[in-house]
């Protein structure tokens, strides 16, 4: 006869306790879920929910989204690695401001999710100024590095791996350090933007970037502009250089956008059709220019913006764009590190999460 002093749901995680100890459950198999639990025990989703919470909390078991919860293997306590019991999402050259963008207010709002779901705590750690980075000293914590495209952060890399820190990267990477990474397809997200220009029947259609030149260009922007060189191989339409404008700027910015617009469309006598600005705040800015030249978007002119940014689901015409489908980036993170690090240093985990076309009203079929 149970005691009715104990609640439910530690009658529920001490039964549970008991099966995992006795070999019930497999290690690669999930554990019954929240309903299934509900029904063993004849009690509320909630109160299963709860039991299932608590085991994650006490680290007997840990969560993957769409697959289940699973029982956690002793294998780390026998190498003399600590359990992870906290992550750091850790920046040095973010602004608040930038944190509440969508880019990466998506990808916090999924970590802390995974966390929670994993009886994880979620923590930003600002790691320092200028090239001086420092990490929490948690012998029970991981870390989601942003890393930025600059040399200066690979001494640091270098030292954090080979003092074993459990880190995983996004938005840049480095491959020859073997440190796991998450990353946007950016060479996809091109693809996505340009073809979509290209189905419409567009054969003129241009791109802006930002960088020095064309042959300097970060990680993000060049990968952009492959996947705008492949969608044009594929429809068998030559490369215009032409066509190509690359803004210098240390920030993305409505100006560069604008005056990028007014370059690309007098730079020929057959100007474009389209173009594919590689982000929304550009994006915003051709479209001013646009209407401020007496051209109609889309009916002159098409365009595709990148990043997905709120408001431009507001804009007028509201903006055709990519959005980078960072939420489960930040998901994907959070899983490598608490469930998928090699045993191995030398062994590369990776993912690169392929971005979504978001078609709205700034894009249309070429006239004829």
Request: with cysteine.
């Amino acid at each position: 006869m149970s005691d009715k002093s104990v609640p439910m749901y530690q009658h529920i995680i001490d039964d549970m306790k008991l099966r995992i100890k006795n070999g019930e459950f497999e290690l690669d198999k999930p554990i019954p879920n929240q309903i299934d639990l509900a029904k063993m025990y004849n009690t509320s989703e909630i109160t299963s929910r709860r039991a299932l919470a608590e085991l994650a909390n006490e680290g007997i078991i840990f969560r993957i989204r769409g697959k289940g919860s699973f029982i956690k293997d002793e294998e780390s306590e026998q190498t003399g690695q600590s359990a992870i019991r906290t992550v750091y999402f850790v920046y040095n050259d973010l602004s608040v401001d930038a944190l509440n963008r969508r880019y990466w207010s998506d990808m916090l709002d999924t970590m802390k999710e995974t966390c929670d779901e994993n009886g994880v705590n979620f923590y930003l750690w600002a790691s320092g100024s200028g090239d001086h980075y420092t990490l929490p000293d948690d012998p029970n914590g991981a870390f989601v590095l942003v890393t930025s495209q600059f040399n200066s952060d690979q001494p640091y890399l270098e030292a954090w791996k080979n003092e074993g820190r459990r880190i995983v990267t996004v938005q840049f990477y480095y491959p020859h350090l073997s440190i796991p990474y998450v990353i946007a397809d950016n060479l996809t997200g091109g693809f996505l933007a340009t073809h979509h220009l290209l189905s419409l029947g567009h054969k003129r259609t241009g791109i802006i970037l930002t960088g020095k030149s064309m042959l300097d260009l970060n990680q993000e922007f060049s990968l952009r502009l492959q996947g705008y060189r492949l969608a044009l191989q594929q429809h068998k339409i030559p490369f215009d250089s032409e066509l190509v404008c690359v803004m210098d700027g240390s920030n993305e910015s409505i100006d560069m956008g604008y005056d990028g617009f007014k370059q690309l469309y007098q730079r020929t006598d057959n100007p474009p059709t389209a173009i594919f600005v590689t982000s929304d705040l550009k994006a915003m800015g051709a479209l001013k220019a646009a209407q401020d030249a007496g051209l109609s978007v889309p009916d002159d002119i098409s365009l595709v913006g990148y990043d997905d940014l709120r408001i431009s689901s507001f804009t007028y015409p509201h903006l055709t764009t990519i959005n980078q489908n960072t939420s489960q980036i930040g998901r994907r993170a959070i899983e490598i590190l608490l469930n998928e690090l090699p045993e191995n240093p030398n062994v590369l985990v990776k993912d690169e999460i392929v971005p979504k076309l978001i078609v709205r009203g700034t894009t249309r079929t070429v006239k004829q």
